[in-house]
């Protein structure tokens, strides 16, 4: 029986029992038999899923259920929330579902707090769909940060941290720093990380993402996220009008606690990059205060000498200590002193900072400012590609070198491979060298090139089936880079019914290397039309056992399919 069939039935029986009254032995704190009803909207809900006719059938009962229903007792409540998800779930109208938030709202203010967690945890799911909807409810969200329970409130922080665009960023970002300060150990790492993605985001002017920036740095300490100082150290690079309100900002701040490790490596690398600045004394952006050079000197000192700072933190400071002996106009025997301390220093890292300083002034002085000089901006856009090609450097050649995505046959494929292989020159060369036979001697003396004989082929291996769909999986070893596999993903379809929107994902494990081409196709022709082909290229220099992990997801004979297993059977010969 089809949905558009059962849906009228089942909502005249969900409307009679919302309108009618109830019995003794059905009722519960004064609904209708809250069981049936609840067990009624989830069978609604998945008629109604990406079915359109029939969510229009049940939405006026829907905001009946969601208006005339007691939400005194918890049996209402219960009914209220089946709801607010099948709303959710269904194409309902626009109406319908700022009701639905509006219900979610109400049940923030509950004193229950089973029922504020559901309701958050609803809120989490909508914010993305109905962003403007739940946005009316932001005090009340903001209020459940307060929540003595844990888990209520970190619901409330994710919610919050999702609650945050352009118009409210200020507002939202003064609500979340004063959790900040107060919030349990374990949410300052989620809290602090949300906070320094969302002022990347939507911060309305540089001056105050560094303030913001600024202010976590000083409040969470060690829970910040690990490229908090790069991103900070960026921004202030980027924005030269600020220089000098920076370095005057973290001078005050590296004075007052130098135990924030985040904070004091900030600190000293824009105190050695901007130091003349902060003995200029003319910003006009904060109050003016005096700093003379010893000062600074004494502060850098203290932080290398403190037992709180890690081994980075000494790092950035004696490097801020050397740039500064470009930038100051005192002299530098203070600097040379503390260097020429630190050349015996127990860290191997910075024993060999201050012996590369301390050479820098004995033997190159000449050359020192211009080694000290300001560092250059990176560009953020190209930073994360040069370290992504860093990582992958030898894994990307060998994989760019290897052949295309094949479009014939698989027999034709390997021959036009080992034929391309065969032109390849010195090949010969790293074979090892076997005594002539007389073939042999008769093909030098005709001067005819000897072609090394073809590897045996690998047999293909079939990994799936189900309902007519087939997948099938074919290897190749080029000769040239023996750690490289290439692996040719083939499905047909030999059912009556075309299978749509096939998408197929791969992975394999840590130790290898895995890029995947497109597919040539996104549907399977039925009844054994052109197959779909996507090739794999996995490198395998260590030579491990290969495993593979496929994700298969399309839809057959209007039924989504999604399938996940695991190929531990692969031939021996694609890894060894």
């Given at each position: 029986m089809?949905?558009?069939?059962?849906?009228?039935?089942?909502?005249?029986?969900?409307?009679?029992?919302?309108?009618?009254?109830?019995?003794?032995?059905?009722?519960?704190?004064?609904?209708?038999?809250?069981?049936?009803?609840?067990?009624?909207?989830?069978?609604?809900?998945?008629?109604?899923?990406?079915?359109?006719?029939?969510?229009?059938?049940?939405?006026?009962?829907?905001?009946?259920?969601?208006?005339?229903?007691?939400?005194?007792?918890?049996a209402?409540?219960?009914?209220?929330?089946?709801?607010?998800?099948?709303i959710?779930?269904?194409?309902?109208?626009?109406?319908?579902?700022?009701?639905?938030?509006?219900?979610?709202?109400?049940?923030?203010?509950?004193?229950?707090?089973?029922?504020?967690?559901?309701?958050?945890?609803?809120?989490?799911?909508?914010?993305?769909?109905d962003?403007?909807?739940?946005?009316?409810?932001?005090?009340?969200?903001?209020?459940?940060?307060?929540?003595?329970?844990?888990?209520?409130?970190?619901?409330?922080?994710?919610?919050?941290?999702?609650?945050?665009?352009?118009?409210?960023?200020?507002?939202?970002?003064?609500?979340?720093?004063?959790?900040?300060?107060?919030?349990?150990?374990?949410?300052?790492?989620?809290?602090?990380?949300?906070?320094?993605?969302?002022?990347?985001?939507?911060?309305?002017?540089?001056?105050?993402?560094?303030?913001?920036?600024?202010?976590?740095?000083?409040?969470?300490?060690?829970?910040?996220?690990?490229?908090?100082?790069?991103?900070?150290?960026?921004?202030?690079?980027?924005?030269?009008?600020?220089?000098?309100y920076?370095?005057?900002?973290?001078?005050?701040?590296l004075?007052?606690?130098?135990?924030?490790?985040?904070?004091?490596?900030?600190?000293?690398w824009?105190?050695?990059?901007?130091?003349?600045l902060?003995?200029?004394?003319?910003?006009?952006?904060?109050?003016?205060?005096?700093?003379?050079?010893?000062?600074?000197?004494?502060?850098?000192?203290?932080l290398?000498?403190?037992?709180?700072?890690?081994?980075?933190?000494?790092?950035?400071?004696?490097?801020?200590?050397?740039?500064?002996?470009?930038?100051?106009?005192?002299?530098?025997?203070?600097?040379?002193?503390?260097?020429?301390?630190?050349?015996?220093?127990?860290?191997?890292?910075?024993?060999?900072?201050?012996?590369?300083?301390?050479?820098?002034?004995?033997?190159?002085?000449?050359?020192?400012?211009?080694?000290?000089?300001?560092?250059?901006?990176?560009?953020?856009?190209?930073?994360?590609?040069?370290?992504?090609?860093?990582?992958?450097?030898?894994?990307?050649?060998?994989?760019?070198a290897?052949?295309?995505?094949?479009?014939?046959?698989?027999?034709?494929?390997?021959?036009?491979?080992?034929?391309?292989?065969?032109?390849?020159?010195?090949?010969?060369?790293?074979?090892?060298?076997?005594?002539?036979?007389?073939?042999?001697?008769?093909?030098?003396?005709?001067?005819?090139?000897?072609?090394?004989?073809?590897?045996?082929?690998?047999?293909?291996?079939?990994?799936?089936?189900r309902?007519?769909?087939?997948?099938?999986?074919?290897?190749?070893?080029?000769?040239?880079?023996?750690?490289?596999?290439?692996?040719?993903?083939?499905?047909?379809?030999?059912?009556?019914?075309?299978?749509?929107?096939?998408?197929?994902?791969?992975?394999?494990?840590?130790?290898?290397?895995?890029?995947?081409?497109?597919?040539?196709?996104?549907?399977?022709?039925?009844?054994?039309?052109?197959?779909?082909?996507?090739?794999?290229?996995i490198?395998?220099?260590?030579?491990?056992?290969?495993?593979?992990?496929?994700?298969?997801?399309?839809?057959?004979?209007?039924?989504?399919?999604?399938?996940?297993?695991?190929?531990?059977?692969?031939?021996?010969?694609?890894?060894?």
């Amino acid at each position: 029986m089809s949905a558009i069939m059962v849906v009228p039935q089942l909502v005249q029986i969900l409307r009679t029992l919302v309108t009618t009254g109830y019995s003794t032995e059905h009722s519960i704190c004064g609904v209708s038999d809250p069981f049936l009803q609840v067990q009624i909207l989830r069978l609604l809900r998945i008629l109604g899923r990406n079915h359109e006719e029939s969510s229009e059938a049940m939405n006026d009962l829907l905001a009946q259920v969601a208006t005339n229903t007691d939400t005194s007792r918890n049996a209402g409540n219960a009914v209220l929330l089946e709801t607010v998800l099948t709303i959710m779930d269904i194409h309902s109208a626009a109406g319908l579902r700022v009701l639905a938030v509006n219900i979610l709202g109400r049940f923030l203010l509950n004193n229950d707090k089973n029922i504020r967690y559901v309701a958050l945890t609803s809120l989490l799911r909508l914010v993305q769909s109905d962003h403007n909807a739940v946005q009316r409810h932001r005090s009340t969200v903001v209020e459940c940060l307060q929540e003595t329970d844990a888990s209520l409130s970190r619901r409330a922080l994710e919610l919050s941290l999702a609650l945050v665009n352009s118009s409210n960023v200020r507002a939202m970002m003064q609500e979340l720093q004063a959790f900040l300060e107060s919030c349990p150990p374990d949410l300052r790492a989620d809290c602090a990380s949300g906070i320094l993605l969302a002022a990347e985001r939507f911060a309305p002017s540089k001056r105050w993402h560094i303030d913001t920036i600024l202010h976590v740095l000083t409040t969470a300490g060690t829970h910040v996220r690990d490229d908090a100082v790069a991103n900070l150290t960026q921004l202030i690079g980027e924005a030269q009008e600020l220089h000098a309100y920076s370095v005057r900002r973290l001078y005050s701040a590296l004075a007052e606690d130098i135990s924030q490790q985040p904070l004091a490596q900030v600190a000293a690398w824009c105190i050695g990059e901007y130091g003349d600045l902060l003995l200029e004394g003319n910003c006009e952006e904060i109050e003016p205060f005096r700093v003379e050079e010893e000062e600074v000197l004494a502060l850098l000192e203290k932080l290398l000498q403190s037992h709180l700072s890690l081994p980075a933190t000494r790092g950035y400071a004696i490097t801020a200590l050397m740039k500064l002996s470009t930038r100051l106009r005192g002299d530098n025997n203070r600097i040379r002193q503390v260097v020429s301390i630190y050349g015996s220093c127990v860290d191997i890292e910075l024993q060999q900072r201050a012996v590369e300083y301390n050479v820098l002034f004995q033997k190159y002085d000449h050359m020192r400012a211009a080694i000290l000089e300001k560092m250059p901006l990176v560009d953020r856009s190209d930073s994360q590609v040069v370290e992504e090609r860093k990582e992958n450097k030898a894994g990307a050649q060998l994989l760019e070198a290897a052949a295309p995505v094949p479009t014939e046959p698989q027999a034709a494929k390997l021959l036009d491979l080992l034929d391309l292989l065969d032109d390849t020159p010195g090949h010969a060369q790293h074979l090892p060298p076997l005594a002539p036979s007389p073939g042999e001697a008769l093909v030098h003396l005709l001067d005819l090139p000897c072609v090394p004989p073809p590897p045996a082929p690998i047999p293909s291996l079939r990994v799936f089936e189900r309902d007519g769909v087939q997948l099938d999986l074919s290897f190749v070893r080029p000769l040239e880079t023996p750690g490289l596999l290439l692996v040719t993903a083939t499905t047909t379809n030999s059912s009556k019914e075309d299978a749509t929107h096939f998408i197929c994902q791969a992975a394999v494990p840590k130790s290898f290397q895995m890029q995947l081409q497109a597919p040539s196709g996104d549907t399977i022709p039925a009844q054994g039309g052109l197959p779909v082909t996507q090739l794999f290229r996995i490198l395998n220099p260590n030579k491990a056992t290969l495993r593979l992990k496929l994700r298969l997801t399309y839809n057959h004979f209007g039924q989504p399919v999604q399938e996940i297993f695991e190929v531990d059977n692969l031939p021996v010969e694609t890894w060894q």
